[in-house]
Every structure is written in structure tokens, then in C-alpha cells.
């Protein structure tokens, strides 16, 4: 089983070990199945016709809104449809955060004259109650605003303005690393005496498109309205205060945060034919941010998850273990589908081989994230040459996802989905996050890859 | 100098061989020469804004074209910006086929009413002279047309409707086994007496876009209008003739080719420090389609072939071999400047040590297609560990590339630049292949993958 047989692998330069007769017809068969599941995918695919529907038809669904509802009725009987042996929802209360009506940010220095900036509020923020208007003073980073003297911050906004690192190859890197600024630049600047925060978009495009994304509030301080700026607006931005250290800038948003709203997980199963008791989780999640249709982010990762249901049973693949798709509701800004979800399957007793997620776009499949100890990982690894004729070469040790992390301490491995991740943050949290960047091909192989993963897991375990 | 010291090698499952000492320091010399390679490619690359010019300051630039004229100026020019020890240009004579008024086709049926399909002409088709009405016969092959009555197809068009199979992981694939229906399928047609040659367009993706690309003419029988169909329009027309199989195709075109032109290749050149005699080539093909801009065929592989140079000089990695940059012309429809350039380096007696095409689009870098005697392949791919950590992963043995094919007995290996090939012919040949459909780090990882072979290649020989 751990050595594939095709031809191509003989001249990729791996050792075809000498496997006793038994092991090598598991290969083949193997092989053969795996084909099986790539060859339905590719010719009949329907990820990418269900994200279709689920962008152009329903759109944003940001947790509490009425398209996040309309988007668990659809997950439900898109689902039904699959002829599962079961499909249910799992209650959760959900935040419920509305952005209100467009942002403003103007910027008027000496004479006056405003300019524009691309803005969008940050999720979670509080409005401004009105116009804000207040200087503006720029850190690269929270250690840099934290040296600055009390005077230099206090009633102003602060900008944070440190780019994403074009150097990495992976641009996850960049994006985690940057990230405190918009994550916990807020209440830092207001632990300083700002009275808000504008913080650079976390992308290494140069474009007008502001990039939505949570923030944190620490409980401690108070709250101020935080904006992002797009990454050409926070670059204008700066040069004008190089000229006008003066200059000022109106802030205009009405977003708010409404009582929390009752929500789902919807979740359809497989029971597996030797071990129903084994399961293997794989999800995405439901939920996206309401600047434009979560495609990316992540339908892709939710109608990949429901094709590898599809799959293995279009295939005829049973699986000897159960197989679980999990929409999450809530990843973005709370976590709590995830956290519900890993709650119900420990007051339940269940016992999780494993669980994969999917939020890292819809793009070519490059491999897997694997977190679990050592022997695990290597386990896992030993089936990568079978998913090698496919392009999935890059299962590496790695954080797996949001929504299954709460799973953690429950299940032998958590995978994530690695796929290429170049283009993933021109659109996150973006109006441009929209089906047609969505490239078919590039999504059913995605779904494939999981699949062939998944029977692996289902039939032998870990 | 085989294997890198990168950590994230370590753990990626590599085995490090004990090494002399010297062997170490010359491969963690290579890794971070490699790095810095990349670094400049990532943080300050100049291939996406030469790109945007090239796109859309001249845009489509088929052979014999005033733009084809304009690129070659625009190509001499950037280079000896480059500060190169030599930029040049070598005259060759190229075919001067123009396409006309956009072309027309309608179906008519018993009833008369027309209905248009999304129509072009194949490369180098001769014109209809007016209108060209007659019936149609599908077929799926060349084969199965060979074995019509020749009543079913005198005096008809003769759709070529085979798709492209999906089942391909490679899309280049697919591409090669249907291409024989445009390359040969009109004379084909006109063998059989049809009156021209109707063919579904070259692509896995059901879209309104048709396709051009060349056809062959064979001397021996009459030269018959030929027309690329889009799949959707092909589909349509497919459909439209099990109810009507009686139904007419009217075709309108007026594309011809006149007299030959004289044009160019442009090669800049940086001399090897040690062997000024042993040359290193690296290209793309200057040429393309008339329907668009050429941005991912070829003009990614343009500006990453003189970012090689480029990137070189910027890090100070003075190559030891002479580095060539080739601009081909008009790899299109005919490959003279591919063929001159190989004739006019035999007749010089220079020594080619490699040459590389990146001619498959500006899409994320998987590695490369080698074309040599297996103890060369086996050399090259020594070097594979040290690209890994950038996700070139995929270096095997395989078909180089249009352009540099004719140097095949003349350099030691010929390799192609390989990247993700899912998107590629989406666009391949269309009115679609523009410059918003490339992504900057896409393409800068690919011409830094390009350089850090070449300089491979430059310091240690084969």
C-alpha cells in the first residue's frame, strides 16, 4: 500500500521497494482507485457547479446574516441530494456584526481639500458614532508604537503600515506574520490613547481593494473604530504625512455588533462499513466575510468537502470508516461552529481518526498540512507517492486549520489542505473573492486530492 | 553541491548524504546564491512591468505584423538597458498572414433564420472569397472521416468535434492528442472534397472563446477555408445537426497570407567569465496570436527569459558560461526564428551547453521538462533538492520546447520551463490571453526558478 505502481513513478527517481505479493496488489489497488476518484472529478465534477450556486446565487454570508441562513439550507439539501446515510445541523450561537452603510475615510491636510481613501471597516469594530476626524501618526509594528512617547499617539489615529513579506515563498507566512497589526493593533493603539486604528491590507498586491479581517478587542481598554486601508491608500497615505505630519483624517462608519444569532454546522456522513465508529472529519467553512461571495474564502473549501462524499460514492468506494462533511458556520470571526463542533463530538464520546479542512482557496492542489507527533506524520507520508502522478508532493508537518483545531486533543491527525497559494490573498476578505476567479479544473483536483486522502485514511486507519 | 542544507529540507524527508567538506560549503554556497536570486525576483522583479508594456502598450504581435515590428524594438531596447555585453538582432524572414474583418458564421436551417456561432480563422486558412455556404459533417477524428462515404462530405464543411480529454492531469497532454484535428483536419477535409474545415476549439473549458492556432496545408490537395468554432458554439452546432443534419454553415472570411517579411530575434548576452565559449540560451517567443495581448503565450516567457539576465547581474552572479537571452520570432506559424537562430549557431561552430524555452505561460513554477540522454537527465536532476524549498518539484524527462527544438543535435540538453498548466488553455490563443491574467509572484518565481538553473548550469557544466 505504500508504493504505487504506476510507470511514472519509476522514472520520478523513487525506489519501488520489494513489497511482498500482498502489499503490492493493495498498491495497484490502490492506484487504480485513486484514478477512479480523479477520473470522476474531472469528467463530472460538480464542486465547481455548487460554488456557483453558492456565490452567484446567495453571495456574502457573514455569520447572523440572512445569506448565511440561506447558505445552511443549501448546504442541508445539497447534501440530501447526495443520498447520505445521514444529514443534520448543529445549533450554534453566533456573533452577529453588521458593517452598515459604506465607509469613509477622507484625508484633509493645510488647505482643506480632501482625498479619498480605499477603506473598509475591520470586523468587529465599533462605528465611529458620526465623523471621526484626528492626525494620524504611522508604526511599522505594535514594539514600534509601544516605544513611542504618550504625546505622539494620544488622540490621533494610528496607522500600521508594515507591508507583507514578499520574500516568502509560501504567502501564508507573510500573512501570519503580519497579521498582529490587524489582529491586535486596535486595542494597542487605544491602550496608548488613540482613538482609532487604520491599518494596512494583508496583501502583497499593490491594488485599491481594502482587506476585511477580525480584530480582537482586549477587554481591558476601550474600543476604538478600526479601518483597513488598501494597500495603494495606506502607501498614499504615508507619503502625505511625510509632507503634512498634520494632516488629518475623517473617519465615517456605522458598522455594529447585534446580539448574538442562532446558526448551524450542517453535516452530512457516510457510516463506514467495518468501523462507523472511526471517523474522519473534512470540512470548510460556510461562512464568509460580506464584501463579496466568499468564493475563495471558503466555498471552495465547503462543495470540496461535499465532493468527497460525492466521490467516493459516485466511485463505489465505501469507506471501512465513517466520513464526516462539516460546514463550519463562523470561522471568521469567532470560531464558534468549530468549537461546537469539537464540544458535541466529546459529550458524545466520538472517536476522530482524523479531520482535514480546507480554507486556503481553491487553487491547485500542492499537498497537505499534517499536525499530529512524529509517527504520525510519517504514516501519513508514506502514502504520498500514490498522489504523486496528481502534483501532490508537499505534505509537510504543518498547522492543519481554524476549524478543526479545536479537535486537537481529539483526533489522531488534523490535515489541512495545501493548495497554491500565490493569488489566495489578492482576493481574501476582498470584493474581488468572486466566482469567476475560481478556475474549474484547479478545483475538482483539489476535491480529488481530499478524496484520495480520505479513502486512504477510511481503509487503513493510522 | 548536490544537496542543500536547508532546514525545511531536513524535515521535507530528504536524506543528506555525508559530504566532503569542500562539496558542503559549494551547496550551501548554491542555496544561498539561489535565495538571493529568488529574493531580487520577489522583492524588486522587473518581468510584470516589462510584461504591461509589452502587453498592453504594443499587444498582439503575429509575424510580419507593424506590432511584431515594434516588440522587436521594444525587446533591443529593455535589453540594453540590462547593461549586457552584447544585444543584438538576427534577421530572418517570416510569414505575413492577416486575418482581415472579423469573421462570420451562421447557421441557417429549413426555417432560414440565422443564428451566429463564435467564430475564427485558423492560422495561415485561406479565405472564403464572400460567402461560403454549405452543409456539415461531424466527426470525432481524422479516422473516422477517412472511413465516410465520399458522398457524406463532397461539397460539405466538416466539423471536427473531438474534445479534449478531461482526464488528463497535464492539460499539454490533451492538448497534443486533439491538436492533430486543427494541424491536419482541413486538408484532411479537402482530401475528401469537402469545401472547408470547421474545428472545435483547442480547450478543457466550455466558454464562448474560439481559439485560433496554425494549420498545415498539405501541397497535394486544394487549400480549403478553416475555422476554429468555440466549444460552447461547436456543442450548439453539434446539437442543432442531429435535428437538422440537413442544416447550411455560411462562413465569411477574408484572412490570406501575403509576400514573406523580413524580421527578427533579439539576443542579449552576458560572456562567461571562465568559458565564453560554452553558451547557455534561455527563451520565449516573441511572436503571438493576433486576438489578444500574448501575455501568457508567450510574453511571460519574454520577460522571464531577460529577467534571467537581469537577476544574474543584480546579485553579482557573474556566470561562468556565456548566458544568452533569445527573443524567437514567430514560434506561431512557421518557428523560422527558431530554425535560424539554430542554423546560424552551426554555422558559427558555437557550442551550445543547454538551452531553455519557457513557452507554457507566466503560471506558478513546478519544474522542468528535460530532453537529453538519461545520463544528463540524471545530472540535471542532481540539482533538483536545492529548487525544492521553492516548490519546483516536478523535474523530468519530456518535450523542451517549439524554439529551441531545432538545437537538439547541437546542445547537450534542452529544457523546458514547467509550470501549473490548469489555466493555460483556458486562454491559449484567445481573446482572452491578457495581461490581467497574470499574476506578478506566478511569474517572478518562475523566471527566479529559470535563473537559479541557469546559473546551476553556468558554474558547474555537464
Chains 1, 2 share one sequence.
Not at 169 to 193: F, N
Not at 230 to 254: F, G, I, R, W, Y
Not at 415 to 444: M, P, W
Amino acid at each position: 500500500m505504500l508504493v504505487a505502481t504506476f510507470r511514472r513513478l519509476l522514472w520520478a527517481g523513487l525506489t519501488l521497494t520489494v513489497l511482498p505479493a500482498a502489499a503490492q496488489t493493495a498498491a495497484t489497488t490502490d492506484s487504480v482507485n485513486i484514478r477512479r476518484l480523479y477520473d470522476e472529478a474531472l469528467a463530472r465534477g460538480q464542486s465547481y457547479d455548487n460554488l456557483r450556486h453558492l456565490c452567484t446565487r446567495i453571495g456574502g454570508r457573514l455569520s447572523g446574516s440572512p445569506q448565511a441562513e440561506q447558505a445552511v439550507q443549501w448546504g442541508k439539501v445539497t447534501m440530501e441530494m447526495l443520498g447520505l446515510d445521514r444529514v443534520y445541523l448543529q445549533e450554534v450561537m453566533v456573533p452577529h456584526w453588521v458593517r452598515g452603510a459604506k465607509e469613509k475615510a477622507v484625508v484633509r491636510g493645510a488647505k482643506g481639500k480632501g482625498l479619498d481613501l480605499a477603506v473598509c471597516a475591520l470586523g468587529g469594530s465599533v462605528g465611529t458614532g458620526g465623523k471621526l476626524r484626528a492626525q494620524v501618526v504611522e508604526v511599522q509594528s505594535l514594539q514600534e508604537l509601544a516605544a513611542l512617547p504618550a504625546e505622539k499617539v494620544k488622540g490621533k489615529f494610528v496607522l500600521f503600515n508594515r507591508p507583507m513579506n514578499p520574500l516568502y515563498i509560501e504567502t501564508g507566512q507573510a500573512y501570519g506574520e503580519a497579521g498582529d497589526q490587524r489582529r491586535a493593533g486596535p486595542s494597542a493603539a487605544a491602550r496608548r490613547g488613540a482613538v482609532g486604528a487604520l491599518v494596512r491590507s494583508l496583501t502583497l498586491a499593490h491594488d485599491d481593494y481594502p482587506h476585511t479581517g477580525s480584530l480582537r478587542y482586549d477587554d481591558q481598554v476601550a474600543k476604538v473604530p478600526a479601518a483597513a486601508l488598501s494597500t495603494n491608500s495606506a502607501d498614499q497615505l504615508s507619503q502625505l504625512l511625510k509632507a503634512d505630519p498634520d494632516l488629518t483624517v475623517e473617519l465615517e462608519m456605522s458598522c455594529q455588533t447585534l446580539p448574538d444569532v442562532k446558526s448551524y454546522n450542517v453535516v452530512g456522513e457516510i457510516k463506514g462499513s467495518k468501523y462507523p465508529d472511526e471517523i474522519i472529519t473534512v470540512g470548510g467553512h460556510l461562512d464568509s466575510w460580506d464584501l463579496a461571495q466568499g468564493a475563495h474564502d471558503d466555498g471552495t473549501g465547503c462543495v470540496q468537502s461535499m465532493e468527497v462524499l460525492r466521490l467516493l460514492k459516485a466511485t463505489g468506494l465505501r469507506p471501512e470508516r465513517t466520513v464526516r462533511a462539516v460546514l463550519f458556520m463562523n470561522e471568521e470571526n469567532g470560531v464558534r461552529g468549530g468549537n461546537k463542533y469539537a464540544e458535541l463530538a466529546k459529550a458524545a464520546g466520538e472517536k476522530h481518526l482524523a479531520a482535514m479542512e480546507s480554507d486556503g482557496g481553491g487553487f491547485t492542489p500542492r499537498g497537505f498540512n499534517i499536525e499530529a507527533d512524529a509517527a504520525t506524520v510519517r504514516r501519513v507520508r508514506q502514502w504520498q507517492p500514490l498522489l504523486r502522478p496528481y502534483g501532490s508532493t508537499n505534505w509537510t508537518p504543518g498547522h492543519a486549520g481554524t476549524d478543526i483545531g479545536p479537535l486537537k486533543s481529539q483526533a489522531r491527525v488534523l490535515i489541512g489542505y495545501d493548495c497554491d497559494s500565490q493569488r489566495y490573498f489578492d482576493l481574501h476578505h476582498t470584493a474581488a473573492d468572486t466566482f469567476d476567479k475560481v478556475n474549474r479544473r484547479e478545483l475538482e483536483l483539489g476535491g480529488a486530492s481530499m478524496a484520495a486522502l480520505v479513502y486512504l485514511l477510511s481503509k487503513y486507519g493510522l
